[in-house]
Antibody
Framework: EVQLVESGGGLVQPGGSLRLSCAASGIVFSTYAINWVRQAPGKGLEWVSGISGSGYNTNYADSVKGRFTISRDNSENTLFLQMNNLRAEDTAVYYC???????????????WGQGTLVTVSS | DIQMTQSPSTLSASVGDRVTITCRASQSINTWLAWYQQKPGKAPKLLMYEASSLESGVPSRFSGSGSGTEFTLTISSLQPDDFATYYCQQYHSYSPGWTFGQGTKVEIK
């Protein structure tokens, strides 16, 4: 059974930093691209970032480019999202989502974690 | 950028009703479209991919159709477990990223 478990969310002040993790099990982790998708309170889904199975290729939404960094440790089956210079509009539940492909090719998301809440507020 | 527009935003229906949700893309995405169901406090769940392929384990009362710019998700006979919010997602072009529709909430009439 595929499991994705996020952690690391919490309350942070504007301008602060936070690092999210997503631990995967039940898959050969390095053979799948993984993405972060967020959902602001009461709002829809927004793709944030993606990383290829090898970790060599990454993509970011314009709204987070230059502030967020996605990475992965394939030896630990874990995905990360380093979030710096956080803003109030980054407040959301952050989901990790696994697609079907190894590369950052067009893809849909077959498996999702349960999400971790990030609140940016003073 | 590819924009995805769903209609209606909210839909009131009764158990047993046939329900149709529409998703329109701002440019052709062939059949590179997925549908998700989300219940309050839960992660989205994949229902359909490639516009009309049913994900394993999803009840056959769900069906999808369309190509190009117009797509539909149909629930043939609405069940109590189906009251939720539904999202479409295009994966034809990095737009940047994979864009979602704004969601359609199916609520009890």
């Amino acid at each position: 059974e595929v499991q994705l478990v996020e952690s690391g969310g919490g309350l942070v002040q504007p301008g602060g930093s936070l690092r999210l993790s997503c631990a995967a099990s039940g898959i050969v982790f390095s053979t799948y691209a993984i993405n972060w998708v967020r959902q602001a309170p009461g709002k829809g889904l927004e793709w944030v970032s993606g990383i290829s199975g090898s970790g060599y290729n990454t993509n970011y939404a314009d709204s987070v480019k230059g502030r967020f960094t996605i990475s992965r440790d394939n030896s630990e089956n874990t995905l990360f999202l380093q979030m710096n210079n956080l803003r109030a509009e980054d407040t959301a539940v952050y989901y990790c989502a696994k697609g079907m492909r190894e590369l950052l090719d067009p893809d849909y998301f077959q498996h999702w974690g349960q999400g971790t809440l990030v609140t940016v507020s003073s | 950028d590819i924009q995805m527009t769903q209609s209606p935003s909210t839909l009131s229906a009764s158990v047993g009703d046939r329900v149709t949700i529409t998703c329109r893309a701002s440019q052709s995405i062939n059949t590179w479209l997925a549908w998700y169901q989300q219940k309050p406090g839960k992660a989205p769940k994949l229902l359909m991919y490639e516009a009309s392929s049913l994900e394993s384990g999803v009840p056959s009362r769900f069906s999808g159709s369309g190509s190009g710019t117009e797509f539909t998700l149909t629930i043939s006979s609405l069940q109590p477990d189906d009251f939720a919010t539904y999202y479409c997602q295009q994966y034809h072009s990095y737009s940047p990223g994979w864009t979602f529709g704004q969601g359609t909430k199916v609520e009890i009439k």
